[in-house]
């Protein structure tokens, strides 16, 4: 009992680093472009946060389980081209099909949950590392979205799917008074998650896995079940994200969400989740993809170039993994 105090210190100290810093990178960049703080850009901060976030809710289960899911990127951008495609207005659009907009949101989070529930096999029952297993089913989700889409637009192979629907553009640009829909939704998922793990038998179960499959094997629990649970909820929610995007943009690209796993990874390794498992929580993820909303808003208002934001995010990355090494290395 001692020892799980002192990691959950630890912890808090990283994030109360974290929001610290958060409170300052917010107001550097306000001294820079006053117009960071304007209402616009706060709305694009929350449609960012929101969007990441309900993606990094789903990272946070796998990771919590030991694991983590490489192809949550891939699985965004085949949501996008599965929903966008079913609707059958698209231009160019050459499918039959043609379904009403809450039947391809049905079908594109139900394609996206199997593709999850496919990788918790590979790693429970086939025993292959999570790293290995996600790693392939990211090739696998991305050439599923090419075959999709083309199937869809039948002109030059890899054509983004671009359509118009008012119930994406809800989804995606719509407001519930001042209050973004995607806000509403990540709230939503949030708020859901936390009660699953922190007031529930099997949210408890899903930390016992992570911290150790074969003492809560002997505890009585049944880490196939919770680790295929984990997966398919994240894929679901990295479909749902997918989703918002695609009715941000009104068009599903080929090349959607390409390395944004590495953002939901770092949003929870910034908010204290252990990457070992066991520990940490929707909590902090909160905080680490408040940090990376800010972040990518300002240094787009400062124009940095992309290549610069690819090296900050992977030292920061690196950062927060070893941040995470010490504490564990303090625990023990």
Known sequence: MM????????????????????????FGFTAIRPEFASPRSIDNILRTLS????????????????????????????????????????????NPVKLPFALTVAAALTACGFIGLINGLCIAKLKIAPFVA???????????????????????SGSPIT???????????????????????FLAVFLLLYAFLKYTRTGRAVYAVGGNQEIARLAGIKPMRVILLCYTLCGVLAG???????GRLSSASTVAAKGYELDFI????????????????????????????????????????SFYQYLIKGTILVLAVYADKMLQKEKN
């Open 3 to 26: 020892e799980r105090e002192g990691s959950r210190k630890k912890h808090f100290n990283q994030q109360k680093l974290i929001f610290v810093l958060l409170i300052v990178m917010f």
């Open 51 to 94: 969007m990441y976030g309900i993606a990094s809710m789903g990272m946070t289960l796998v990771i919590l389980t030991g694991g983590t899911d490489l192809s949550a990127g891939s699985v965004m951008a085949l949501s996008g081209v599965v929903g966008a495609g079913l609707l059958g207005n698209a231009i160019s659009a050459a």
């Open 134 to 156: 996600t790693l392939a089913m990211m090739s696998i989700a991305r050439s599923l979205v090419y075959v999709t889409a083309d199937s869809v637009v039948q002109g030059v």
């Open 163 to 185: 359509f118009m629907d008012d119930g994406y553009s809800m989804l995606g640009q719509g407001h519930i008074g001042p209050v973004p829909v995607q806000l509403l939704l």
């Open 240 to 246: 749902l994200s997918g989703l918002i995007l695609v």
């Open 266 to 305: 770092t949003a929870v390794a910034l908010g204290g989740t252990g990457m070992r498992g066991g520990s940490g929580g929707v909590a902090g993820t909160l905080l680490g993809v408040s940090f990376l909303a800010v972040m990518n808003n300002g240094l787009d208002m400062v124009n940095m170039p």
